[in-house]
């Protein structure tokens, strides 16, 4: 992008070069509108494909003014920052980032099923299963295409199905059963 804008202006200051300049400065334009529409997302997502996440943090640095980038394509920047703060275990950051792909919003129903699938397990690694279950109910209602998704979101649903409700953080008082006196 650099060479091409920097070439495109070196060549309009040579005799006859205003009328070339324009082959060199119009790719350069189109080039630094999609880096600041885009980012590094795709990158940074083929990064993430191959388990790198450190990669794909890298990649992520690269783009320079997330909040000019295309509403879609923010979302899903938070997504990739909320993904890789997980792997990392920090999980209020994570459920942060993942809060705010949520409210800035995610370009299909997969993605915004994934989103909940990841707020539900970061719900469940802090104990706190009711908010889980209501994460996992919202990955549910999404538009889902993905065949894996939907097998990963059924899992999700086995695992909260194992769970005794007396391990429950938030349990209705009516369903507490006190022991019986021995006669």
Known sequence: MAALLIGGIIVSFLPYGLAWSWLLLIPGIILTAGYFMFGTLSSASQKMQ????????EQLKWTWKPNWMLKMNRGVYHFLLGTIRMQDRQLDVAEKHMQDALEVGMPTGDYTA???LALSNIAASKNKIQPAKNYLKQAKECEITEPQLKAAIQQYEKQFKLIPRGHQRFQNPKQMRRPKRPR
């Open 114 to 116: 994934q989103v909940y």
């Open 50 to 57: 191959v388990q790198d996440f450190k990669g794909a943090e």
